[in-house]
């Protein structure tokens, strides 16, 4: 099966930057798409950002737009997701996520593998 592990997060200060990792193991050529989501203390895990595996396009929740970036390195089955201009309301716990059929990859619910997690703390 698909085994999916993200890294990169960390503390960083309103306004700064960090790139999360999701590492694809396993079985990788069998998904659809991979999506970055994220869920704070007392809200509901929320899509951020997914890619299509089939031809790159890319999908960004309004609240982070024009601020965060995917991307893709298929020789390393690696899914990146920049992050710019953080702010306090970006702190969570960020998961990366993969649906096996075509589905809204923003939505979490539609998902069937996901990894452990990474924690992103915007603090000044």
């Known amino acids: 099966q698909l085994q999916l592990v993200e890294s990169g997060g960390g503390l960083v200060q309103p306004g700064g930057s960090l790139r999360l990792s999701c590492a694809a193991s396993?079985?990788?050529?069998?998904?659809?798409?991979i999506g970055w989501f994220r869920q704070a203390p007392g809200k509901e895990r929320e899509g951020v950002s997914c890619?299509?595996?089939?031809?790159?396009?890319?999908y960004y929740a309004d609240s982070v737009k024009g601020r965060f970036t995917i991307s893709r390195d298929n020789a390393k089955n690696t899914v990146y997701l920049q992050m710019n201009s953080l702010k306090p309301d970006d702190t969570g716990v960020y998961y990366c996520?993969?649906?096996?059929?075509?589905?809204?990859?923003?939505?979490?619910?539609?998902?069937?593998?996901w990894g452990k997690g990474t924690l992103v703390t915007v603090s000044s």
């Open positions: 396993g079985f990788t050529l069998d998904y659809y798409a």
């Open positions: 890619i299509f595996r089939s031809d790159g396009t890319t």
């Open positions: 996520a993969a649906p096996l059929r075509a589905r809204p990859c923003l939505n979490y619910l539609g998902m069937d593998y």
